[in-house]
């Protein structure tokens, strides 16, 4: 799944999960065969460490727990054994371990225009100097605006939406030459170097090993 907000968007693969906090208008786009869960809680019980949207890791006890959770349809905390679950889900969640799939997206319109064009063309290799003369602003500005507003340097920000868009193709069956390809790697072991970088696995390993299955 890719969700989308106003501040960015994250790509949530098998065996993963999206913490989204309340109040948070968002959109939801499918890859493949998807098969999802949505657990709700209330405000005051949700860990304080989680108050944006983050794509996090699902242990198998948490897996386990979400789908007993759907199986029996709500939990009431006056039910003592209800009670006990939202407490250990709960304690589940203060201790998940967060996965780098989010792209901050820039609010300053200069650099909004940029990144909806790299956006829309991942495989582009067109400089920022390139980019600015489109855009409004010097690269220099941009440089520090991608800086301060999404904590990653332009040329990080851009490989973060190649890597990004790389798991919504492989998700719908593309190949790894073909990801490569398409968000403008021309060798592959470049791009299997980068993925592996950035998620420590390889991109063969990453839908096939212990990533493999669906929450």
Known sequence: MTVETSEGSWVVPAQRALWVPGGVEHE???????????LYLRPDISPPALTR???VHVSPLLRELVLHVVSLGYLDEDVPPHARLVAVIVDQLTEIRQVPLELSLPSDPR??????????????HAPL????RGAGASPRTLERLFQTETGMSFGRWRQQ????????????GASVTTAALDVGYDS????????????GTTPGKYYTGDSAGVV
């Open 161 to 172: 939406v190649r890597l990004l868009h790389a798991l919504r193709r492989l998700a719908d």
């Open 28 to 38: 939801i786009e499918a890859a493949g065969a998807v098969s999802m869960r949505t």
């Open 129 to 132: 100097a390139e980019l600015a």
């Open 188 to 199: 592959t072991s470049a791009f299997i170097a980068m993925f592996k970088r950035a998620l």
């Open 111 to 124: 650099a909004r225009r940029v990144a909806d064009r790299v956006r829309a063309e991942p495989a582009s």
């Open 53 to 55: 949207c983050r794509v």
